[in-house]
């Protein structure tokens, strides 16, 4: 079973930075795709980056130039450094492992982000 544990979020005003981190265990971190994923209130919880351990990258339009997600295999972590953040970018962010072997989903408990003034 794999575990995912967020961390690294918070209150930033807009304008602002903040660097998530995700820590797996209990499964091969090479054989996943791992994201990120956020929910505001009110809303579906939509894709903001996702990263192959071969170092395939993707990103949602809204956070294309600003966001960076990226992975330590060695560590079984992935992280992303979000800058410039803005009010609409307050949401629950969640770490995502998406199984290739298997089809398997596996999330995190989400982290807060709250950009305000």
């Known amino acids: 079973q794999v575990q995912l544990v967020e961390s690294g979020g918070g209150l930033v005003q807009p304008g602002g930075f903040l660097r998530l981190s995700c820590a797996a265990s209990g499964g091969i971190f090479s054989n996943y795709v791992m994201g990120w994923y956020r929910q505001a209130p009110g809303k579906q919880r939509e894709s903001v980056a996702v990263?192959?351990?071969?170092?395939?990258?993707n990103y949602a339009d809204s956070v294309k130039g600003r966001f960076t997600i990226s992975r330590d295999n060695a560590k079984n972590t992935v992280y992303l450094q979000m800058t410039s953040l803005k009010v609409e970018d307050t949401a629950v962010y969640y770490c995502?492992?998406?199984?290739?072997?298997?089809?398997?989903?596996?999330w995190g408990q989400g982290t807060q982000v709250t950009v305000s003034s």
């Open positions: 990263m192959s351990s071969g170092g395939y990258m």
């Open positions: 995502n492992a998406h199984d290739l072997s298997s089809g398997g989903d596996y």
